[in-house]
């Protein structure tokens, strides 16, 4: 079973789960939105069974010891020093990093800026940024998609996500997954504070710089009902990957796919982690 601990940090304290042994090859997984550092809770006890040191972290804004008020403290190259803070702090100069969701693009960016760190990197769900913008450019069913975006940039969003016992929200888990992880997402994020913060991620504007191509060994998972994230781009970050890449196609799977499909995605995480 997963343990939970604490990291400090120049930027705060993380809160975080972990499992396995102390001296197991590190492995460092990161969360989306709405969610937590549990929605790995089945990869890292997995992954510690096999004698990873797995963890996951509650990232910037989720963690109530790092909780910054503006939205400029949600940049991009904040989340992945956080990455690195992370790290450092444990004591880990490479390790494999696993990222979904907005997760998945602080990992994408990770690889990107400081290759050297990582061993590996699995991505589930986010396709590489590039590959993202050219969709919105020139895919209407991506900018059909990613409309929300937009609209979770209003100062209202609190209050239409949280109203009617946080309706929204739980609409956007669509019953696919168990109702008391759902619960414990919708406690966390109506503390005062949490929603916003998260939102923060959405309102902290446009990265300065563009990720380019990824050296390290990649694998990308993608799954086909993904209400967010299509095909265009999906498939078109295998141009944006110049290492080792796994493309995995993943059919009749939400958005959710560590918590809807834990089994599937954790032998595919074990494959690739076996691979390098």
Known sequence: MPEYLSIPTSAGDFDAIVDGPPDGRPVLLLHGFPEAGIEWSHQVAALGARGFRALAPDQRGYSPGVRPDRPQDYAI???VGDVLAIADELGWRRFDLVGHDWGGAVAWWTADAHPDRLRSLGVVSTPHPAALGE????DEEQRMMS?????????STERRMLAD?????R?????????GRVEEYLRRLSEPGALTAALNWYRSGKPGTR???ITVPTLYVWSTEDVALGSAAALGTAAWVEGPYRFEMVEDV?????EEAPELLTGL?????DAH
Do not use: C, I, N, Q
């Open 147 to 155: 409309r929300y975006m937009t609209e979770w940039r209003e100062k």
């Open 171 to 179: 609409a956007m888990f669509d019953g696919r997954m168990p109702h």
């Open 135 to 138: 969709a919105l450019r020139s």
């Open 165 to 169: 016992d946080a309706r929204a929200l």
């Open 269 to 273: 995480l074990l494959e690739h982690l």
């Open 211 to 213: 990720a380019g191509r």
């Open 254 to 258: 939400s958005h959710w796919v560590p």
């Open 77 to 79: 190259d904040l989340l």
